[in-house]
């Protein structure tokens, strides 16, 4: 079963900021949160990971709270390609097999 | 990153046949991990394949349903046997591989197959 809990859907205006979080209040202290987008009709993209830092890279930021039982993954400006489900994922590297668990379906709304 | 390709990108079978699912990786990678994605549903591992070894298969999945072969560090076939209507779904290849830093997964681009 997948360790992570995540809203069914979101609604985020275009430009805005889209905010999408994720409970992970099992995990270990050597396991990886880890953020992969599956557009439609395409494989999964990886989009970022931390272990306990925030992290930002140039398509995302990272917020893991300090008990690390939960984080927030921020499209800082949300265009309408970013349209897909997004899956928070626990691992302790990508060797761990990855277990999907339904994800959150994003839409991006002009 | 890791670019893969998956062959055949979709088919149509009748049940009762047999469909091998190739996955081709430009770089040589240790793990390389097959998943299966249901219409409308996640991805759900069936699994894992190293190189010079069994592959190991999650709950649900057996190796005479769905063999897997993989002779090399960047090549790996998925076979979908005596198809069913329920065996429609995407098929998916997925490598361990650098990026940003540390490993990540990256995944092909994924094979829909329809069983009629």
């Known amino acids: 079963d997948a360790k992570t809990t995540q809203p069914t859907s979101m609604d985020c205006a275009e430009g805005r900021a889209a905010n999408l979080p994720c409970n992970h209040s099992?995990?270990?202290?050597?396991?990886?949160v880890y953020w992969y987008r599956q557009i439609h009709s395409q494989g999964p993209q990886y989009i970022i990971h931390?272990?306990?830092n925030n992290e930002t890279n140039e398509m995302a930021s990272l917020i893991i709270t300090e008990d690390r039982k939960s984080s927030t993954l921020i499209l800082p400006h949300a265009t309408l390609r970013d349209t897909a489900v997004y899956y928070c994922i626990v691992a302790k590297t990508s060797y761990d097999k990855v277990i999907f668990g339904p994800g959150t379906s994003l839409s991006v709304i002009p | 990153s890791a670019v893969i390709s998956q062959k055949p990108s979709r088919d149509i079978c009748q049940r009762g046949t047999s469909l091998t699912i190739q996955c081709q990786v430009d770089s040589q990678v240790t793990m390389m991990f097959w998943y299966r994605q249901q219409p409308g549903q996640s991805l759900t591992l069936i699994a894992t394949a190293n190189q010079g070894s069994e592959a190991t298969y999650e709950s649900g999945f057996v190796i005479d349903k769905f063999p897997i072969s993989r002779p090399n560090l960047t090549f790996s076939t998925l076979t979908v046997s005596n198809m069913s209507p329920e065996d429609s779904s995407i098929y998916l290849c997925?490598?361990?591989?650098?990026?940003?830093?540390?490993?990540?997964?990256?995944f092909g681009p994924g094979t829909r197959l329809t069983v009629l």
């Open positions: 099992t995990i270990s202290g050597n396991e990886y």
């Open positions: 997925s490598v361990e591989g650098p990026g940003y830093g540390a490993d990540t997964q990256y």
């Open positions: 931390g272990l306990k």
